[in-house]
T-cell receptor, first 113, second 114 residues
Framework: DAKTTQPNSMESNEEEPVHLPCNHS???????IHWYRQLPSQGPEYVIH???SNVNNRMASLAIAEDRKSSTLILHRATLRDAAVYYC??????????????FGKGTKLSVKP | DVKVTQSSRYLVKRTGEKVFLECVQD?????MFWYRQDPGLGLRLIYF???????EKGDIPEGYSVSREKKERFSLILESASTNQTSMYLC?????????????FGPGTRLTVT
């Protein structure tokens, strides 16, 4: 799977929007962009994924650059419960049958009240 | 909502003991995974299973075995626990292996081997 680059940490204020960036300049045309998060002492949790178009769900929005070399996870109103490590992961449908996720270091999001 | 449960949140075992970690999912998913998570190393795949009684080695299978006798249950076995197997163990399930399917994780079992 192609590599992603994320900032090590970010801070946000409660009830403000948060934009978490991810660079993936070596993305292939078929790679899906997935986001997961991991709250302290919990297992990872799926957030959202997309291929080319922007995506919205009840948790977040995913904005994908036109050239697909970067993406941004948007939390519309951060809450204290959103404090977690956020992982941006690329998944190649042609990349073998293991199906496992490869987590990088992610971005640790802190939310201030 | 998909639910993946793991038998224990915390476990302390002695070196040489046989350890069983159980995982159950309630969404009829075909695929189940066992990962371990260590600081600085991210998640590493130990084993996965794509069907009942079927298993495949992941990246770090040494010292582990697995069992999948029923679709909903996937067990990780440490035949003879060692201190270097102290870790957070995470179970996950997925409807399909394809790249656009998400994985659902359990809460994790923090295993300490003394």
């Amino acid at each position: 799977d192609a590599k992603t680059t994320q900032p090590n940490s970010m801070e946000s204020n409660e009830e403000e929007p948060v934009h978490l960036p991810c660079n993936h300049s070596t993305i292939s045309g078929t790679d899906y962009i997935h986001w997961y998060r991991q709250l302290p002492s919990q297992g990872p949790e799926y957030v959202i994924h997309g291929l080319t178009s922007n995506v919205n769900n009840r948790m977040a929005s995913l904005a994908i650059a036109e050239d697909r070399k970067s993406s941004t996870l948007i939390l519309h109103r951060a809450t204290l419960r959103d404090a977690a490590v956020y992982y941006c992961i690329l998944r190649d449908p042609l990349g073998g049958s293991q199906g496992n996720l490869i987590f990088g270091k992610g971005t640790k999001l802190s939310v201030k009240p | 909502d998909v639910k993946v449960t793991q038998s224990s949140r915390y476990l302390v075992k002695r070196t040489g003991e046989k350890v069983f970690l159980e995982c159950v999912q309630d969404m009829d998913h075909e695929n189940m995974f066992w990962y371990r998570q260590d600081p600085g190393l991210g998640l590493r795949l130990i084993y996965f299973s794509y069907d009942v009684k079927m298993k495949e080695k992941g990246d770090i299978p040494e010292g582990y075995s697995v069992s999948r006798e029923k679709k909903e249950r996937f067990s990780l076995i440490l035949e003879s626990a060692s201190t270097n197997q102290t870790s957070m163990y995470l179970c996950a399930s997925s409807l399909r292996l394809a790249a656009h399917y998400e994985q659902y994780f359990g809460p994790g079992t923090r295993l300490t081997v003394t």
